[in-house]
């Protein structure tokens, strides 16, 4: 989607390695997003962002972490990842919490 | 507990034809409501939003309406294309950073 890119856009890893995802934007937004995307549940809260530096958990947080040193840049680490983190990551982006989000293409991760 | 329940799960429907996809919430408080479309492999893309004071938004073919005494809203295609194949996903913002988000109904259309 434009002004939001995902990278990689596919990841194979094993059980216990460290796996970093990016999401750059060129918006300028201040708010950013991860969720995860599972068959049978909506999309979930990893953590966000309300500004550089500034980062807060979602519900399913445990496991992961992240972090923002630039606006247009939000890391997510999975520090040793499981198989359970095998899934569809989404980064999002937005203006406030009464607009709408902007979503990446998303990032198939598979942990073995 | 906040909830969004979406239904149907999933739906087929010949080219051309109308269908309403439904979405029930139990989020309170609740801030606005909005409809996304998601193509396979992609990203959800906004169809609309909605506030509290709102009952009907359009964009082309796809109309959403809200009750908000309900906590109920719909989707509404008309004329459907091959191109609206997709999942549908209902999203309801308490106004704070949390979203929560419906399971989807997966629409398929049948040339």
């Known amino acids: 989607d434009a002004g939001i890119t995902q990278s990689p856009r596919h990841k194979v890893t094993e059980t216990g390695t460290p796996v970093t995802l990016r999401c750059h934007q060129t918006?300028?937004?201040?708010?950013m997003y991860w969720y995860r995307q599972d068959p049978g549940h909506g999309l979930r809260l990893i953590h966000y962002s309300y500004g550089v530096k500034d980062t807060d958990k979602g519900e399913v947080s445990d496991g992961y972490s992240v972090s923002r040193s630039k606006t247009e840049d939000f890391l997510l680490t999975l520090e040793s990842a499981t198989s359970s983190q095998t899934s569809v990551y989404f980064c999002a982006i937005s203006w406030g919490t009464n607009y709408g989000y902007t979503f990446g293409s998303g990032t198939r991760l598979t942990v073995v | 507990k906040n909830q969004v329940e979406q239904s149907p799960q999933s739906l087929i429907i010949l080219e051309g034809k109308n269908c309403t996809l439904q979405?029930?919430?139990?989020?309170?408080?609740?801030?606005?409501l909005r409809w996304y479309k998601q193509d396979t492999g992609r990203g959800p893309v906004s169809l609309t939003i909605m506030t509290f004071s709102e009952n009907t938004k359009s964009n082309g073919r796809y109309t959403a309406t809200l009750d908000a005494d309900t906590k109920q809203s719909s989707l509404h295609i008309t004329a459907s294309q091959l191109s609206d194949s997709a999942s549908y996903i209902c999203?309801?913002?308490?106004?704070?950073?949390?979203?929560?988000f419906g399971t989807g109904t997966r629409l398929k259309v049948l040339a």
């Open positions: 918006e300028n937004h201040r708010y």
């Open positions: 979405c029930n919430y139990t989020v309170s408080p609740f801030s606005n």
């Open positions: 999203v309801v913002s308490e106004g704070t950073y949390k979203y929560i």
